[in-house]
């Protein structure tokens, strides 16, 4: 066994924890961590560290992780990319969404004009949208994960299909709503 081998081994058994707001969550295998990425549950962006630190950085930034993240751009879209453009992947039958989303800045006007782009909307309260248009709950999650910060959280809920999606809620938060809601999948 060579030295590059050794390393990939010990990258995969490493744990790493997630940090969501002032939450920590795991340890986690490398093998959690790339399901968590297509899950779209960690996102380039999110903070990391290794369990045995406490040393948070992006998970781009984190060497062993990065490579989760490649090919995942389109899943994940682009900031500039209009949720309709070609290969965005959004397109689905109509249905109505509630979007509650903590937004630990003072604002967020990107991502506010990004939801009003994407169909009916109108906000319910701080914080709290509805909105109508032809995505699936995934696909609306992933056009505007873009637009959050690292700190920010979203959960999306499909109101006509019975499905929900979330960002930066937690791996936790996420089985404990499946459970509730007995996930229809």
Do not use: C
């Amino acid at each position: 066994m060579n030295a590059n081998s050794h390393h990939k081994d010990s990258d995969q058994d490493r744990k790493w924890r997630l940090k969501i707001g002032a939450q920590i969550h795991g340890p986690y295998r490398a093998a959690q961590l790339r399901s968590l990425v297509s899950q779209g549950m960690l996102t380039p962006h999110s903070l990391i560290s290794p369990a045995d630190a406490d040393e948070w950085r992006a998970a781009s930034e984190e060497p062993a992780i990065a490579g989760f993240f490649r090919g995942a751009q389109r899943k994940f879209g682009r900031r500039n990319e209009a949720p309709d453009s070609p290969g965005a992947e959004t397109k689905s039958e109509s249905a109505n969404f509630v979007l509650i989303t903590d937004i630990k800045a003072d604002s967020n006007s990107d991502l506010e004009q990004a939801i009003m782009r994407m169909g009916q909307t109108s906000l319910v309260m701080r914080n709290i949208w509805v909105l109508h248009g032809n995505y699936t709950v995934g696909a609306l999650r992933n056009a505007l994960i873009p637009y959050l910060r690292p700190m920010d959280s979203l959960f999306i809920v499909d109101v006509n299909r019975g499905k929900n999606a979330g960002f930066n809620l937690g791996p936790e938060i996420d089985a404990k709503i499946r459970k509730i809601w007995k996930d229809q999948d």
